[in-house]
């Protein structure tokens, strides 16, 4: 298709000088330039399918970035990136140094909120609606939240807050829900565009207030009121919103500009909180996506004519999947296992064991506090939770994790996945700071194996364990080792020397201890593969402080607090002043990249470890020339 009129657009001004029929025009161009840019990057695919006329309609309508508009998580944002002036950025996406995933402030004034993680667009939303009445601004505020985001806990906080009017009078916000789990079927399609209409017009508005200022002081008030909700509960399934203060309006086909259109302009020039409920499909207008939305979420470069096809070679085990067969594998041999997940069935690994133990396995939704909390449930009564969790999504249940797991010292097991750079995602997913954060936390230990196999000998040492335990692995494939089956364990605190060397010991957390074992042979240094976080081997730390120079600590972590900080605190606390160099991730937030590039960014491959030690240490006399002696 030729996307003729869709490359006149540069910004949304062009497009609202466009009309209805222009408009299902740039629909249909905008679609087919998103599904060939995306194969040719990799990127998220179906949810970004599913929402082009939404966001066609919703610039054509409001004038952005006057009026704010507010995406959830961001992967649903591609098409709002390519009408706001970065189409031909699109690709660079994800890349080193080009635009990222998600939406960014610094990146487009268009981008009103940076996102990442997923309910918070409501908050936000309402944070800028007060602040326009508080400054004096005419503007509008749109938050657009998926029915999956709206499982999150804080987005029903911000509604609470949103239609609880206090001494601050109601915002003028719209919310729209984009629910893609549901469709609308011919018949109920026509009947909802009228309801859309009828709701949304100034006629119902008007006559709704009219009839509430009438009989506000009567007996009849009371009953007219909860005949209005049940009236509406009837036909449309919005008394929840209602309750919360939000006029409800829909559902209507969010695909439909014909009825997008009209409605968004009926609901901008109404007043107060309103709640829009829009049924799009993942992976629309792609018929592959359409039938499997869920492999087509992030795919990697794809043809589109062909579609996803399996690699000619079996790519390496990754640590999500040796995190998938021990799960499995516990829960055969211990009935008191039980799998809990925040909505993160297929990243965290846990399909088969959904399959295998249904009983036993709870998806809990967006609601990492939840998760938590339900897991310390669990253990208290005698069974033995397993939390599959994103490093960078616990961050959200940390207060569960103080208060209702360490204090009082359950067993709930963490399997934190994404753990350090996770590449194309960036910022908002990397795990840079669990080390740090559970670290710091009475009760807990931390678990940093270094490859495939000794994850798995983590996972089984960490369920073992009488109390909370997290076991971090980052994202993708390690150094191949084979997984031995079985529950071996490691021993408790104990880390390991890999290789005997002088001078300078390097102890390594995690699976940076190759590219140490790397350095350290042309450094000719001592690797310790420290494999706890907490407990640190502080007896370990000691011995190799009195018998090397200098020390070294690696970890694909932050610094401050991080696993190098136990070490500093152990040899201050024993008096001794072995000088330390702490190599991990720099105190910045790092961008979406090429993992291996960005570790080599941040001196943590082989090269890079090995010049920080020269330039802090000075070369070893094997690498010094005779001349140069």
């Not at 690994?349 to 036993?360: L, Q």
């Amino acid at each position: 298709m030729t996307q003729a009129l869709l490359h006149t657009i540069q910004s949304p001004q062009d497009l609202r000088k466009l009309n209805r029929a222009q408009l299902k025009t740039v629909a249909g161009e905008l679609r087919a330039f998103l599904l060939d840019s995306v194969s040719r990057t990799g990127g998220h695919l179906s949810s970004n399918l599913g929402t082009v006329e939404l966001t066609v309609a919703l610039h054509h309508v409001f004038n952005t970035p006057y009026d704010r508009l507010v995406w959830d998580v961001g992967h649903q944002s591609y098409p709002h990136k390519i009408l706001t002036g970065r189409r031909e950025a699109m690709s660079s996406l994800k890349q080193l140094g080009g635009i990222s995933g998600f939406p960014r402030r610094c990146e487009s004034e268009y981008d009103t909120f940076g996102v990442g993680h997923s309910s918070t667009s409501i908050s936000a939303a309402l944070g800028m609606a007060h602040a326009a009445r508080l400054k004096g601004e005419n503007r509008h505020t749109v938050a657009v939240i998926g029915d999956g985001a709206l499982t999150g806990g804080m987005a029903f906080e911000a509604l609470n807050h949103g239609g609880f009017a206090g001494g601050h009078g109601l915002p003028d916000m719209l919310v729209i829900l984009n629910d893609n789990d549901m469709s609308i079927s011919p018949p109920v399609g026509a009947l909802n565009r009228y309801l859309a209409r009828l709701l949304s017009g100034k006629f119902y508005a008007a006559a709704r207030e009219g009839a509430k200022s009438v009989l506000r002081n009567t007996p009849l008030y009371e009953f007219a009121k909860r005949f209005e909700e049940h009236s509406k509960g009837m036909v449309v399934p919005g008394t929840i919103f209602e309750e919360f203060g939000f006029n409800y309006v829909g559902p209507i086909d969010g695909h439909d500009l014909d009825s997008l259109v009209p409605t968004l302009e009926n609901l901008r020039g109404a007043k107060g909180p309103q709640f829009l409920h829009v049924v799009t499909k993942k992976g629309y207008g792609y018929r592959l996506a359409e039938s499997d939305p869920i492999n087509y979420h992030g795919p990697g470069k794809f043809d589109p004519a062909v579609g996803l096809q399996k690699p000619a070679t079996a790519p390496k085990t990754t640590f999500t999947q040796v995190f998938g067969q021990w799960l499995c594998d516990m829960a055969e041999a211990d009935e008191r296992l039980v799998g809990i997940t925040p909505a993160m069935r297929e990243g965290s690994g846990m399909v088969e064991f959904e399959k295998r133990f249904p009983k036993r396995y709870h998806d809990v939704g967006i609601a990492e506090q939840h998760a938590v909390t339900f897991g310390a449930g669990l253990a208290c009564e005698g069974l033995k939770p397993v939390v599959a969790i994103y490093s960078t999504f616990l961050q959200r249940g940390y207060d569960q994790l103080i208060h209702d797991v360490a204090i009082q010292n359950l067993p709930v097991m963490f399997a934190l996945d994404r753990a350090g750079i996770v590449g194309a995602d960036g910022a908002t997913h990397c795990g840079a700071y669990d080390i740090a954060y559970v670290r710091c936390v009475p009760n807990m230990a931390m678990l940093t194996p270094a490859d495939e196999n000794e994850c798995r000998m983590a996972l089984s040492t960490a369920f073992q364990h009488d109390g909370p335990a997290a076991v971090r692995y980052p994202r993708g494939s390690g150094a191949g080792v084979a997984v031995q089956p079985g529950f071996a364990t490691i021993p408790w605190g104990k880390g390991e020397v890999r290789r005997e060397g002088r001078r300078i010991a390097m102890l390594a957390f995690g699976t940076l201890l190759y590219p140490a074992m790397a350095a350290a042979e042309k450094l000719g240094a001592t690797v310790a593969n420290m494999r706890f976080a907490k407990p640190l081997d502080t007896e370990l730390v000691l011995e190799l402080a009195r018998t090397h120079e200098a020390l070294v600590t690696i970890e694909e972590g932050c610094l401050p607090g991080g696993a190098g900080s136990a070490v500093l605190e152990t040899l201050q606390a024993a008096g001794m002043t072995t000088p330390v160099l702490r190599l991990g991730l720099p105190d910045e937030f790092i961008e979406h990249g090429d993992p291996a590039k960005l570790l080599s960014l941040c001196g943590l491959d082989a090269a890079g470890i090995e010049q920080s030690v020269i330039k802090r240490f000075g070369a070893p006399l094997s690498l010094v020339t005779p001349a140069a002696a």
